[in-house]
């Protein structure tokens, strides 16, 4: 059981070190820390103490997906607020302890761990999505981990977890007992592909088949990018507003090589050096003729611009377009596809 929280651990106070990294590790193996294991009680940690109190007042269940519902533990917690009390330490107390309450997986040796996917990857004949397009993003996912390895600051070496903040109408209205926006998680990746949940804590099944097993991840990320391609840019599941405006009325193309030729999706870095360069900057449109308010200006990559990316209409099949889909259809996936087409260009 945990035995911190008298007196209370917050930020700005004359915190035990001990204590706040015992509390981190806690945050961590919940789902609710992404960040640092360094004993410091910053902002980071702030946001996930607030994170979890949020789910102890409203996560239900999520309509029976998770194997538990954690409002269930949330005890003498009286408030949504930064502070790690005596209440909170007894409700993650009982929530470690509940053996269907999957927690975020470690690693004895998480640089091997890492290096064995990647290396499985480089490997993969016969794939369903080009290698070179999923390293790319696996980059900008989770800096090519799967295990965060640590460091001497940073003793971290759970699996990487991104979590992803985008409140529905309904949660925007009903924020009480001192909610802010940014408590609400509404959706988890892990692992090298982030391949994402939208339910918390995951099921036995999810850790064994793309949370703990790197291979397994990213196999299962090779298949969320082939299903996009397939069904998101041209149908039938849904349609891509700047592939439907660039390429209108062209077939899906897989790749300029045929299937027998050794360039068949392999060669997507030379074919990224090829086409023509853009500089993106947040005012730009999102493509030729998208409606005014449609520009690269995002709150999630504030100011950002983007030097030398690959023209996406220029390449000679449509991943490009599916990467971006990878990472939905807001506005910001137009910034995702912005850095993932760098990052093949890169290599």
Request: overall charge negative; glycine content about 8%.
């Amino acid at each position: 059981m945990a035995t911190y929280g008298n007196p209370p651990l917050q930020q700005g106070a004359q915190n035990d070190v001990n204590d706040v990294l015992q509390l981190q590790r806690d945050l961590r193996a919940l789902g609710y820390l992404p960040g640092s294991i360094d004993g410091d009680f910053g902002n980071g940690t702030t946001l996930a103490v607030r994170r979890l109190k949020y789910d102890l007042f409203h996560n239900a269940g999520s309509n029976g997906a998770a194997p538990v519902a954690i409002d269930g533990f949330r005890g003498a917690v009286a408030a949504i607020d930064g502070v790690a009390d005596a209440a909170l330490t007894d409700a993650i107390g009982l929530l470690l302890a509940d053996a269907a309450y999957v927690q975020v997986p470690q690693s004895g040796n998480p640089a091997a761990a890492n290096q064995a996917a990647l290396q499985a990857v480089k490997q993969m004949t016969g794939t369903a999505a080009p290698i070179p397009f999923m390293l790319a993003i696996f980059q900008q996912e989770s800096d090519m981990q799967h295990f965060v390895v640590p460091s001497h600051r940073n003793t971290d070496d759970f699996v990487v977890i991104g979590l992803d903040n985008n409140p529905t109408a309904a949660q925007r209205a009903g924020l009480a007992n001192g909610a802010q926006l940014s408590d609400i998680v509404t959706s988890r990746g892990y692992g090298l592909g982030q391949y994402t949940i939208f339910h918390h804590p995951p099921t036995a099944q999810e850790l064994q088949s793309f949370i703990l097993d790197p291979v397994k991840n990213v196999s299962m990320a090779f298949g969320e990018l082939q299903g996009k391609f397939r069904t998101y840019l041209v149908g039938p599941d849904d349609t891509a507003d700047d592939r439907k405006a660039e390429h209108p009325g062209l077939a899906l193309r897989v790749c300029r090589y045929s299937p027998g030729d050794a360039r068949y999706m392999m060669d997507c870095k030379a074919c990224a050096m090829e086409v023509p360069k853009l500089n993106i900057d947040p005012r730009m449109p999102q493509y030729y003729g998208a409606p005014a308010a449609d520009t690269y200006a995002s709150a999630l990559y504030a100011g950002r611009s983007y030097v030398n990316v690959p023209d996406r209409a220029a390449f000679l099949c449509d991943w490009p377009y599916a990467v971006r889909r990878y990472n939905g259809s807001g506005p910001a996936s137009y910034n995702y596809q912005a850095i993932v087409l760098t990052n093949v260009l890169t290599g």
